[in-house]
């Protein structure tokens, strides 16, 4: 059940194929954020520290933040997305993808202005 007012994540868990240009992806992606004003925020992280039994070579992740899901699905289906996705899923060697609303446990106190 989605809370009103939740965001919404997709949540992709990569290891890249051998070669891949890590920089060129990001590069890729902050153009595609850039197209698409439904996409509230992108993050993105390298594990530095987890250990391959845990990680299972996984070595990056990627959430995409949107005020809905319904933005989510029109984000899906957005043609530029469609075109950055068929390379992006050329790079991948394995995935666990998760796409899911939010639900906040502890808020940050807005910052003093």
């Not at 997709?10 to 890729?28: Q, R, S």
């Not at 250990?51 to 070579?57: D, K, P, S, W």
């Not at 469609?82 to 995935?95: H, R």
Request: overall charge negative.
């Amino acid at each position: 059940m989605e809370a009103a007012g939740a965001e919404f994540k997709h949540l992709a868990i990569i290891k890249f194929k051998e070669g891949v240009v890590v920089d060129d992806i990001i590069k890729g992606m902050e153009k595609l954020v850039s197209q698409i004003p439904l996409i509230k925020s992108l993050e993105w992280g390298q594990d530095l520290e987890g250990h391959e039994m845990l990680t299972q070579g996984f070595t990056h992740a990627f959430t995409l933040t949107f005020n809905s899901k319904e933005d989510y699905g029109a984000y899906e289906s957005h043609p530029n997305h469609l075109e950055y996705a068929a390379g992006f899923s050329a790079s991948i060697e394995k995935c666990v993808v998760l796409n899911f609303p939010t639900t906040p446990l502890k808020q940050t106190p807005a910052a003093a202005t």
